[in-house]
């Protein structure tokens, strides 16, 4: 199980709109083969509907059909490859603006983010964004693909401009390893195979860059083992135990856990999981436990091993909104932390986050697209980790009660780089 987590590599590409993020990927997937002969042939034909003369590479993740109409990526499409030495699960995230949420998904669970950027244009305000919601959520590797060389006849002095002005940001955001690589993707520039054009360049390709990266990071925990309960399951010939997927450290049967809210302490007395009974389990393993003890859990409570997570009905959080209405104090939502859901309002706005200077500056209200930080109120308690130690109950999401759309995605805790 270790072993299959570090060879596969989680990515996600961000950047604003029409900077190359689908041509990019497109042409990573077609150099290195992954495609069969009907992908090629579907990507032809969509390409001279088009008018496109030549293959557009970008229509190979636009899988939906308004995609392809409009030009743009709308929905997050993931892609999956592998080489001799690597897995990969690629999330092509869209640039537009008011796809934002979808980036967000995109790069929730991402090892690494492959930020895609025009070198004629540089940081525009949607890739700053992006940086900072990449950030927010634990992504501490980014790869730069500085496109589009060729439209700048493969000027250094032009990348080099470009590369200050992101390697700057990165570490304002505390990224804390940055990669920058000079590319035509439409061309296949240093995208797989090394250019002719740029000798003054003596880097790794963006395929190198990826193989090179740590795998497993969305793993990576300063928590105990935590197990959101999902199902109650009642045995054959009594008794019950409980299952949801682990996250945080690993669990072993004997260990001390402490149900929470309730705040009871028993002992892991089984494991089980779909191949089996067994004596341990990982992080994203799907599991059933039972307890040494009797005990009222139900759907939304939460089993963990020291230390444990805060229980309160009050923190702060920073929060990506996302809801096309604003969000005010006072107005109740509904936030869903791991399996429970419970009402929640926002008891007091500090700030929203300045995208230029990522400063916090004063806002009685939480727009769309706005970062903001925030002390939110639930209606009933909940076992939180900092996002930081957990990247699963330090997480949340914010629905709109009428309507059941997701409003908001929130991590617990003020951002680093705040």
Not at 113 to 142: D, M, P, S
Not at 171 to 177: I, N, P, T, V
Not at 332 to 347: A, D, S
């Amino acid at each position: 199980m270790k072993l299959a987590t570090k060879d596969l590599l989680r990515l996600a590409t961000v950047g604003s709109v029409d900077d190359g993020k689908s041509t990019l990927i497109g042409r990573l997937l077609v150099d290195t083969r992954q495609l069969f002969d009907d992908q090629l042939d579907a990507v032809q034909a969509a390409s001279e509907r088009r008018g496109v003369g030549d293959l557009d590479l970008s229509f190979v993740t636009d899988g939906l059909r308004a995609e392809r109409e409009q030009g743009i990526t709308i929905d997050v499409a993931y892609r999956y490859a592998s080489t001799p030495t690597r897995k990969f699960i690629i999330a092509d995230c869209p640039g537009h603006v008011q796809y934002t949420r979808n980036m967000a998904t995109g790069a929730s669970t991402a090892d690494v983010a492959l930020v895609v950027l025009n070198v004629a244009h540089g940081l525009k305000e949607q890739t700053r964004r992006h940086l900072c919601i990449a950030a927010l959520l634990g992504v501490r590797t980014i790869i730069v693909a500085v496109n589009k060389m060729d439209e700048v006849h493969w000027s250094e002095s032009a990348y080099v401009g470009v590369v200050d002005e992101v390697t700057t940001l990165a570490h304002d955001l505390g990224f804390e390893s940055v990669t920058t690589i000079p590319v035509s993707a439409l061309w296949g520039e240093n995208v797989v195979e090394r250019s002719s054009h740029l000798d003054w360049y003596d880097g790794p390709t963006v395929l190198q860059a990826l193989e090179a990266c740590q795998a497993g990071s969305w793993t990576h925990t300063r928590s105990g083992a935590r197990l959101p309960v999902q199902w109650v399951l009642r045995q054959n010939g009594g008794g019950r135990t409980y299952a949801g997927m682990l996250n945080g450290a690993p669990l072993h049967e004997g260990d001390v856990v402490t149900l929470l809210p309730a705040n009871v302490e028993t002992t892991i007395s089984s494991i089980t999981s779909g191949s089996g009974a067994r004596t341990a389990a990982t992080a994203g393993l799907s599991i059933d436990v039972g307890l040494a003890h009797e005990t009222d859990a139900g759907r939304g409570d939460l089993l963990a091993t020291a230390p444990l997570p805060q229980v309160t009905k009050e923190f702060t959080a920073t929060v990506c909104w996302f809801g096309e209405q604003p969000w005010r104090a006072n107005q109740r939502l509904r936030l869903k932390h791991t399996t429970k859901v419970t009402p929640v309002r926002l008891r007091e706005l500090t700030g929203v986050v300045d995208i230029e200077t990522l400063s916090v500056r004063s806002s009685d209200e939480l727009a769309t697209n706005d970062i903001g930080l925030a002390t939110l109120q639930t209606a009933d308690w909940i076992a939180v980790d900092d996002y930081r130690d957990n990247r699963v109950t330090g997480s949340f999401v914010i629905i709109d009660e009428a309507t059941n759309a997701t409003v908001a995605a929130g991590m617990v805790g003020r951002a680093s780089f705040l």
